[in-house]
């Protein structure tokens, strides 16, 4: 639902409301109706390129292409251009509620947009004077939608034509995934009948966003393909600089910034999923998707630990710049129970690239995949991975991603009780509290990322019935082996420096005594100082 009545619809997408510089020349053929964008009749910018050399060494000859027009409004007063907020009227509210749900954001302020407003160029300095190749491949743009709202579809077509150089784009792909809506049929067709470049493709059942996203990517004929979601807006430049790192490394696909995405970090080791360009062949070497996905969710990771562990690269390219409207809920329904299918896609990826870290996997959060959920057969994706020489997903954390701040132990060493300055120590399959000794292989232990508390293979955890202390073998999935300890997540603030074990419902505390050298879980209560531990290491706060 909607929060609040003036919500601006510039919320919901890239533009920053102020107006730039000065360039901004009207293209001619841009009322609408009269659009004809085949390059034949459309003045080509290339005409007012010149001729530099990119780099000193190479001598080779590079054309500026002319990026640096952003597109004047044909109704400057007209709302949300160059991204302006947008009221709601007064007495519109209602309507406004009303519309809402179309497309889960704010459908009635998008329809009263221009569907080719002008945008602010958020590009940062020095993009319009880059240099890219005069010979760039061509691209496919692929774009999938399911009941997408009309102003929207529309606004992202128009924003691809009007601020992508013509010869650079081969088609338009729209690809309806079994829309139901009316306005999406003929109205459509006839719509896009004016821009030659536009095709529709229609699917007879729902495929869902991955399996659309491939039966677009079989129909292409561009050199490079490029995937956008149906509710964007290109901004002035934003394909040339995708194309160019695609043509300069044909295993590099690359990502337009979004605007959540922080435009610093180039090298991005999980792509956002909805908008990035890619080498059409390389595309199929890697075996596309793995078409076992299913309908929306997990496909990103998919591809990029693809891309990364079999020899290509991701990169946020900062001059090429896309708005998306981001919303809470998929506006339309999933075949199956959104979560499951989110789960099992997630599942597929984990069984096929996560190697011996998909305990992490599991072990984190509530996953369904803990009962039982089939995530199909793997065979040929193994395969693919194996055949494509793939490095390990140790590789790619270490390498691509070593900032990843998700230690696999968090604390390490004895642990101690902390008002009898006792340490727990192991004597067969149980423990008991001693005198501490720091160098007894019988008091060591590592509490995990997994909230295990690890001696070796064995794991502490209570008898169910008396609450005495035993050892369990480990198991990353048996989350009654789990305790909470220093947890920022913790229910109970006063029970930080606890270990605490159960659920909501039953809170149980470890707790000391010193007199027996027993150890028990006992009803947590944060005035009971034996209840208080520390291990000797911590790696994180
Ligand atoms: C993000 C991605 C999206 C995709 C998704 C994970 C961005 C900006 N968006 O979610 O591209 O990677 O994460 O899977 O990075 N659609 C269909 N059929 C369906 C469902 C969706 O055609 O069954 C279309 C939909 O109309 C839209 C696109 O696929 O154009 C992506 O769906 P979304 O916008 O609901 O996904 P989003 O942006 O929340
Ligand atoms: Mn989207």
């Given at each position: 639902g909607m929060k609040n009545n003036e919500a601006s619809f510039s919320s919901l997408a890239l533009q920053r409301a102020a107006v730039s510089q000065a360039n901004q020349a009207l293209t001619e053929g841009q009322e609408l109706g009269k659009i004809n964008l085949t390059a034949k009749t459309r003045?080509?910018?290339?005409?007012?390129s010149q001729t530099k050399a990119l780099s000193p060494e190479d001598g080779r000859r590079h054309r500026v292409l002319r990026i640096d027009a952003t597109l004047s409004p044909r109704d400057p007063k007209a709302p949300g251009q160059f991204g302006r907020p947008v009221v709601v009227p007064h007495g519109k509210e209602k309507e406004v509620e009303r519309r809402w749900k179309e497309g889960n954001f704010n459908v009635y302020l998008s329809d009263l947009i221009p569907v080719d407003r002008a945008i602010e160029d958020t590009r940062p300095a020095g993009c319009a004077e880059q240099l890219v190749h005069n010979n760039l491949p061509t691209t496919s743009i692929i774009m999938c939608f399911v009941d997408e709202v009309w102003s929207t579809l529309l606004r992202s077509v128009h924003s691809v034509l009007n601020r992508s150089p013509p010869h650079l784009i081969k088609e338009i792909l729209l690809v309806d995934?079994?829309?139901?809506?009316?306005?999406?049929k003929d109205n459509l067709d006839k719509y896009m009948s004016q821009f030659p470049k536009v095709r529709i493709l229609r699917l007879k059942e729902r495929h869902g966003l991955i399996r659309a996203r491939l039966a677009g990517a079989q129909k292409a004929t561009g050199d490079v393909l490029t995937f956008l979601d149906s509710h964007v807006e290109c901004n002035i430049g934003w394909l040339e600089p995708l194309l160019e790192r695609v043509y300069l490394s044909r295993k590099k696909v690359a990502c337009p910034v979004i605007e959540v995405i922080n435009d610093k970090d180039m090298r991005c080791p999980v792509m956002a999923g909805g908008l990035f360009s890619i080498d059409k062949n390389y595309f199929f070497e890697l075996g596309t998707y793995d078409p076992g996905l299913d309908v929306w969710g997990g496909e990103n990771m998919e591809l990029s630990f693809k891309v990364w562990m079999c020899g290509g690269e991701i990169e946020i390219v900062p001059c090429s710049r896309v708005g998306h409207i981001f919303r809470n809920d998929n506006p339309y329904s999933f075949p199956k129970d959104r979560m499951k299918t989110v789960e099992r896609n997630l599942g597929r990826v984990a069984e096929v690239w996560l190697d011996e870290y998909k305990e992490l996997f599991y072990g984190h959060g509530d996953h369904l995949i803990d009962q039982g959920l089939d995530v199909g057969n793997l065979t040929q994706q193994r395969e693919l991975r194996k055949k494509l020489k793939c490095k390990s997903f140790k590789w790619y954390l270490e390498?691509?991603?070593?900032?990843?701040?998700?230690?696999?132990?968090r604390a390490s060493g004895v642990l101690i009780n902390v008002a009898l300055g006792k340490c727990i120590s192991i004597r067969n399959t149980t423990a008991i509290l001693e005198?501490?000794?720091?160098?007894?292989?019988?008091q060591q232990f590592n509490y995990t990322w997994l909230r295990l508390i690890k001696h070796g293979a064995w794991c502490l955890a209570p008898?169910?019935?008396?609450?005495a202390l035993r050892l369990h073998l480990c198991d990353n999935r048996n989350k009654g082996l789990r305790w909470l300890h220093?947890?920022?997540?913790?229910?109970?603030?006063?029970?930080?420096?606890h270990l605490v074990f159960g659920n909501y419902h039953q809170l149980l505390c470890l707790e000391g005594d010193f007199t027996q050298k027993t150890l028990k879980v006992a009803p947590c209560d944060p005035a009971k100082p034996d209840q208080k531990w520390k291990f000797e290491n911590y790696y994180e706060d």
């Open positions: 003045p080509a910018q290339l005409n007012q995934d079994f829309s139901t809506k009316d306005y999406l390498n691509v991603f070593p900032d990843l701040k998700a230690p696999i132990v005198d501490c000794d720091g160098s007894s292989q019988l008898v169910p019935d008396n609450g220093k947890s920022t997540s913790v229910f109970r603030p006063e029970l930080v420096n």
